[in-house]
């Protein structure tokens, strides 16, 4: 590939290309302008930081496997996204069922924190209400309010309808909402 130095000036779409091929290099140098945004959305979904590392690791795998299948329909951006969302669900499902199998506590059966209810809705509360989320309302939740995805790229991402995002997002935020705001009752009365 050349020099590095002009790294930075190689275009994604140049690098996927390349990585399709099977430069090494190419791979390399999209794994690095993604890895930090991808492990964020893993250990978003994941909502543990062992989990994220071990979801971002077959989201990188996945990828090199699959540059030569990239067709260029979404950006690469959202493209990597998908992969990382689905490796993220996958290993909170392989998780649960470690945990079941291992006869531990689940999920939703954890204690929740003691200022659910303050103004101040604390990341740890968020972390908290996220990780009971079932996985696919997880990941479209986190796709739109933390990373800031149109629906559209959502879909192209998760792989699904933009209707079906819609319903996702709109049933995870009310599931959020009765984690959070227990009294919460959407009557203004």
């Not at 590392?53 to 030569?68: I, M, N, S």
């Not at 951006?77 to 969302?85: D, E, G, K, M």
């Not at 309302?137 to 559209?152: D, K, N, P």
């Amino acid at each position: 590939m050349g020099e590095t130095g002009g790294a930075c000036a190689i275009s994604d779409q140049e690098l996927v290309t390349l990585a399709a091929r099977g430069d090494a290099r190419a791979f390399e140098l999209l794994a690095e302008r993604y890895r930090g945004l991808m492990y964020a959305v893993c250990r978003r979904i994941t909502c543990d930081d062992q989990d994220a590392v071990d979801a971002l690791q077959e989201a990188l795998l996945a990828a090199w496997r699959g540059f030569a299948s990239f067709e260029g329909r979404s950006s690469v951006r959202t493209w990597l996204f998908r992969i990382a969302a689905n490796a993220a669900v996958d290993e909170v499902r392989r998780h649960a069922q470690r945990r079941e199998q291992a006869g531990t506590a689940a999920l939703g059966e954890l204690a929740a924190p003691a200022d659910v209810e303050s103004a101040a809705v604390t990341r740890a509360a968020a972390d908290w209400a996220l990780a009971r989320l079932p996985p696919q309302f997880r990941a479209a939740v986190v796709l739109r309010e933390y990373y800031g995805l149109s629906y559209q790229e959502i879909a192209e991402a998760l792989g699904i309808p933009v209707d079906t995002v819609k319903s996702r997002i709109s049933r995870g935020r009310q599931a959020l909402a009765q984690l959070l705001l227990p009294d919460f009752r959407g009557d203004p009365r």
